[in-house]
């Protein structure tokens, strides 16, 4: 049986040209999301904070570093008072 998930996100990744996503990508990315997302109590929160570090990281010489950056500074601004 195949992923549906997976199945979409690769052939995603072909069409648009892009290299296809590691499982540390994904795990990073799914992080970010679920911090943007409970941090702000607003789940859209989640694929425009995955936007923004996928934009950061396309150009970036490791890209789970800099989803993780995005997240842990999500993180950051999402918490009371964060700045």
């Known amino acids: 049986m195949t992923d ?3 199945d ?5 990744a072909k069409d648009l040209g892009s290299a296809p996503l590691s499982q540390p990508e994904i795990d990073a990315i799914l ?3 679920a ?3 409970h941090g702000t109590g ?11 570090a996928g934009v950061a990281a396309a150009g970036a010489d490791s890209r789970v ?3 993780d950056r995005a997240r ?3 993180g950051e601004l999402s918490a009371p008072g964060g700045s």
């Open 42 to 52: 607003d789940r859209t929160a989640a694929p425009l904070a995955s936007f923004l």
């Open 72 to 74: 842990k500074r999500a």
């Open 31 to 33: 992080s970010l999301a």
């Open 4 to 6: 549906a998930r997976t």
């Open 35 to 37: 911090v943007a997302a």
């Open 65 to 67: 570093a800099t989803i």
């Open 8 to 12: 979409l996100i690769e052939a995603l």
